[in-house]
């Protein structure tokens, strides 16, 4: 299985401020995506991480509240913008089109709390 | 629109008996099934998946049943063992969206000695 680590693991931040999450695979994959868990809530695709091209977001997000980079096929960043106190969530980055496996896996998160 | 439903919030089970967990679907598109364990502060760790072809796949203590005329799937877990207790979380996804999950609620599992 894939290796995902996320940096950082959790953090404190001021609204009206940006945050930036990493996501490192250990191999090269096809995919990488970013989810959102709200406070007692189930996770929520934010976007599809595209290698070489914008990335594509779901309902209800958009590029500038959650600008995502893919530099290459092991990384990917994702950009909370602007924050607020709606936004303290758990973050998530997961991966999958490793060659033999067929589920996608996922990264430790990274806790945010936005006050 | 919630489309993948985990109805019960919680479970509680004594150690050595089954956990059962049900997760319903409403789209009909949806043909792979996965379910994830989260312990808290960890991200989701992939338990067992099942294709639509199938109704039934299992590996180890860990059995998934699908029925698709009930668009309704379950995960057993036999015996139950204190280190299941966590959040479960039902997933699926549709074809050509591979990886983008939909997920259930989640369901609380607590084993009890």
């Known amino acids: 299985s894939a290796v995902i680590s996320q940096k950082p693991s959790r953090d404190i931040c001021q609204r009206g401020t940006s945050l930036t999450i990493q996501c490192q695979v250990d191999?090269?994959?096809?995919?990488m995506f970013w989810y959102r868990q709200q406070p007692g809530q189930s996770l929520t695709l934010i976007a599809t991480a595209n290698q070489g091209s914008e990335a594509t977001y779901e309902s209800g997000f958009v590029i500038d509240k959650f600008p995502i980079s893919r530099p290459n096929l092991t990384f990917s960043t994702l950009t909370v913008s602007n924050m607020s106190p709606e936004d303290s969530s758990i973050y998530l980055c997961?991966?999958?089109?490793?060659?033999?496996?067929?589920?996608?896996?996922f990264g430790q998160g990274t806790r945010l709390t936005v006050v | 629109d919630q489309q993948v439903k985990q109805n019960s919030p919680s479970l509680s089970v004594q150690e050595g008996r089954i956990s059962i967990l049900n997760c319903d679907y409403t789209n009909s598109m949806f043909d792979y099934f996965l379910w994830y364990k989260k312990y808290p502060a960890e991200g989701p760790t992939f338990l067992i998946s099942i294709s639509s072809i199938k109704d039934k796949n299992e590996d180890g203590r860990f059995t998934v049943f699908l029925n698709k005329s009930a668009k309704h799937l379950s995960l057993h877990i036999v015996p139950s063992q204190p280190g299941d207790s966590a959040v479960y979380f039902c997933?699926?996804?549709?074809?050509?969206?591979?990886?983008?999950?939909?997920f259930g609620a989640g369901t609380q599992v607590v084993v009890t000695p």
């Open positions: 997933a699926a996804s549709a074809p050509d969206s591979w990886g983008k999950l939909q």
């Open positions: 191999s090269q994959v096809t995919m």
């Open positions: 997961s991966s999958g089109g490793q060659a033999g496996y067929t589920e996608a896996f």
